[in-house]
């Protein structure tokens, strides 16, 4: 980015910032729990193996996905009517609350099976608030980058939400550091959370200041239908139903190189459990730091190449990558073989959010990025470390990687047929 740049688009590069800085806790505030699930699982669920626990908050995982469409519903038409700045501030006061909760619910040997209930109820916030959080978040970025440079900027949507998986894990890997393993599984697990609802505060107040975006502000002065899930479906079937079939595979390999990556580390290449910390939090950070260049690369060869290259090389290394981890024993062979993995999916991750807001006119952008987004991420991406360790359960794991794979595949054929965005844009601000 030249000076030049900087001093032409002051505000521009304040919102970004702005609503980045947001987006990166609202996602720490998410990913927490996947961090520290191998440390509180035992106290929430002390019955079964270590499998049979993963188990259990891999479903309260998925629960929280459950949520996630009925916040993008909500939260998308709120965003869509009454402006972005104001949906991610009630995004991230759900958060916040959601947090609180987790950071203060007792323990099942105190309160028995009411402790994973209010695990259940906090997850159900968080959905609802990561739910609407990503419509309005990629829709203000979107609509704050100027056509030029769309994919440059649009591309910190995933850099803040790598962030805070990264935030979250390096949290851990300090309270590993600092605490005893009996401290941590004790309570020590509970000190992330609390932090998070705190910095959710702050980001409050830091969003209330945002600038709105031009976008909104022109459809708000039109006579353009209001924001609604049926003008949705029926003005813009195609469209969203597009969101959905090229979210699918992007969404399901996400999640299982991430969050799910950390626990096979551990569950099934028999690492120990600050050895896969440190994995993934450097292979996480490099990945982080791919995003703006592969969104910068769309800028200059069109949205569309980028994400075959990720379809493409998903199909054909996904199961070879999963298959290799079994057996590896060397931390610098697995950081070589799970960063493999991340840099094939940068070609979704950098790209998605700006793809899907260019699709949309502005009077229901939001909840067109949000709504058919989060059906397809519940579908795949919240179920993603469950199906896994259902499947190892079973005896039979390697289905999961040819699973990951065919859902990649089913996308990569809907990025071959779709048009290139860049060059067919609906958000028409320059």
């Known amino acids: 980015m030249s000076n030049d740049v900087v001093r032409a688009n002051p505000h521009r590069i304040r919102a970004i910032i702005g609503g980045s800085a947001g987006n990166l806790v609202e996602w720490y505030d998410w990913y927490v729990y996947a961090a520290f699930a191998l440390y509180f699982a035992p106290v929430f669920f002390p019955e079964g193996d270590q499998t049979a626990q993963l188990l259990n908050t891999a479903a309260i995982f998925a629960v929280g996905f459950v949520m996630r469409p009925i916040g993008a519903w909500i939260m998308g038409i709120y965003a869509d009517r009454h402006g972005r700045k104001a949906g991610l501030s009630v995004s991230v006061t759900l958060m916040c609350l959601g947090s609180l909760l987790i950071a203060l619910t007792p323990t099942y040997a105190s309160i028995g099976a009411w402790a994973p209930a209010l695990l259940v109820i906090a997850r159900m916030m968080q959905g609802l608030s990561v739910g609407g959080e990503y419509g309005a978040s990629a829709t203000y970025l979107s609509e704050m980058a100027g056509k030029r440079r769309r994919g440059f900027y649009s591309s910190f949507q995933y850099v803040t939400l790598i962030s805070g998986q990264l ?224 499947l190892k359960d079973w005896g039979v794991e390697r289905a999961f990687y040819w699973y990951v794979a065919g859902m990649i595949g089913l996308s990569l054929i809907v990025y071959l047929r779709m048009r290139d965005t860049r060059d067919h844009s609906l958000i028409l601000e320059d």
Not at 300 to 311: D, S, T
């Open 167 to 390: 935030v979250a894990l390096g949290i851990l890997l300090l309270l590993q550091f600092a605490m005893s393993e009996a401290d941590l599984e004790a309570w020590g697990w509970r000190i992330p959370f609390a932090l998070g609802a705190v910095l959710a505060v702050v980001v409050f107040y830091i969003r209330r200041r945002l600038a709105e975006t031009e976008s909104f502000t022109n459809a708000k002065a039109s006579d353009a239908p209001r924001s609604s899930g049926i003008n949705l479906f029926r003005d813009h079937p195609r469209q969203a139903l597009l969101v959905m079939a090229l979210t699918a595979g992007g969404t399901l390999a996400f999640y299982a190189y991430t969050t799910f990556m950390q626990k096979f580390l551990v569950n099934t290449s028999g690492f120990d459990r600050q050895t896969a910390s440190q994995v993934m939090t450097l292979a996480l950070f490099l990945f982080m730091c791919l995003q703006p260049l592969s969104g910068a690369l769309s800028d200059r060869v069109g949205r569309k190449p980028v994400m075959v290259a990720f379809g493409v090389l998903g199909v054909i290394f996904t199961v070879p990558i999963f298959t290799a981890l079994e057996s590896v024993r060397d931390p610098v062979a697995a950081f070589a073989l799970v960063f493999g993995a991340l840099v094939i999916v940068t070609g979704y991750t950098s790209i998605n959010a700006v793809v899907k807001a260019e699709l949309f006119p502005a009077h229901i952008r939001a909840l067109g990025v949000a709504l058919p987004y989060a059906i397809a991420n519940t579908m795949f991406g919240g179920t993603a470390e469950y199906v896994a360790f259902q």
